[in-house]
């Protein structure tokens, strides 16, 4: 059977295979005490959620952590992997801008690309591409962050 305990120091959840006296948080290293009250028993033993975006798997007496689907919306009902593909096809007119709700940012690279006729598009468009990657390869809790939830108009990576 598969228990799930949740850290007191960083607040993540982790499986153990077995009942332990004591648990090692395989994210921050905080060993705690464990009674059976508080642990619960998990009807599935290859995957438990974490947080928004990962999956841990146990392997053992050591977790690893992957990330989950990259198109799943988040809390702001926004999803990475959206964001990310308009800033690859169509970021040059700051369409992943629109889309996160950061139109500062979205008119700005649409009135560069179109005052420059292109020419300094292609500068745009680089940048967008870049953004486009780290959309992939952030959490969904960094996406919605920093493209989401931040004060800044103008993310730029």
Not at 12 to 25: G, L
Not at 29 to 37: C, D, F, L, N, R
Not at 81 to 93: E, H, T, Y
Not at 118 to 130: A, E, F, K, Y
Request: include cysteine; glycine fraction near 10%; charged fraction near 15%.
């Amino acid at each position: 059977m598969t228990y799930i305990h949740q850290c007191p120091e960083c607040g993540r959840q982790y499986t153990t295979q077995e009942q332990v006296a004591r648990v090692k948080c395989p994210y921050c290293g905080k060993e705690t005490q464990v009674s059976y009250a508080q642990a619960e028993p998990q009807q599935q033993a290859d995957a438990q959620h974490t947080t928004a975006g990962e999956r841990m798997y146990a392997f053992g007496d050591r977790a690893a952590t992957a990330f989950d689907n990259v198109f799943a919306n988040g809390t702001s009902g926004k999803s990475r992997g959206v964001a990310g593909l308009l800033a690859l096809l169509l970021g040059f007119i700051g369409l992943h801008y629109f889309y996160c709700g950061k139109t500062t940012g979205g008119v700005t690279f649409l009135v560069i690309t179109i005052l420059s006729c292109g020419i300094l598009g292609t500068l745009v468009w680089l940048m967008s591409v870049i953004q486009g990657v780290l959309f992939f390869t952030m959490t969904q809790d960094e996406f919605e962050q920093k493209w989401i939830y931040s004060n800044n108009n103008f993310p730029l990576f």
